[in-house]
């Protein structure tokens, strides 16, 4: 039991180092990353599973909101980001990858890159590349 748990952290902790890796790669003019938007990629693979409303599990103020490509951050019934995710291979190279399990937020100031850890017809979960940091979600009905 101790060997699994263990190993489990080891394989947890190298994916957060790779995705940490790149957070900071850019190749676009003033830093943004340049990778496409496929309007199709919403209805196949994570990302269509991630379209909806979703309600934090940490404060109730503060919800998602993914259409489409377009992921809407609202806090306390105010809309506060509005980026495009794009899913990517990994945050180090930042490929894009529509069946990939890192994406990128493109639209804030600097664009941020997140792992997927889990979606769900009701849970979403998802991991800060940088910081380590998981965000929990629960899908609204």
């Known amino acids: ?5 263990l190993s489990g952290l080891t394989t947890t902790s190298l994916l957060l180092v790779s995705c940490a890796a790149g957070d900071g790669e850019t ?11 496929d309007p199709a990629a919403a209805k196949t693979g994570p990302l ?3 379209q909806g409303r979703w309600t934090s599990d940490e404060d109730a103020k503060n919800t998602i909101l993914i259409d489409g490509s377009n992921f809407q951050n609202i806090v306390d019934g105010e809309p506060q980001d ?3 995710i794009i899913f990517v291979d990994t945050c180090k190279t930042q490929v ?8 990128i937020l493109r ?3 600097k664009p941020v890159c997140y792992l997927l850890y889990s979606v769900s017809e009701e849970k979403l979960s998802y991991i ?9 979600f629960t899908r609204q009905k």
């Open 128 to 136: 800060h590349a940088l910081r380590g940091r998981t965000f929990r």
């Open 48 to 50: 269509a599973q991630m």
């Open 1 to 5: 039991m101790k060997t699994a748990f």
């Open 82 to 84: 509005d980026a495009a």
């Open 96 to 103: 894009p990858d529509f069946e990939g399990k890192a994406f």
């Open 107 to 109: 639209g804030k100031e």
């Open 27 to 37: 190749d676009g003019p003033n830093n943004e990353v340049t990778a496409a938007i």
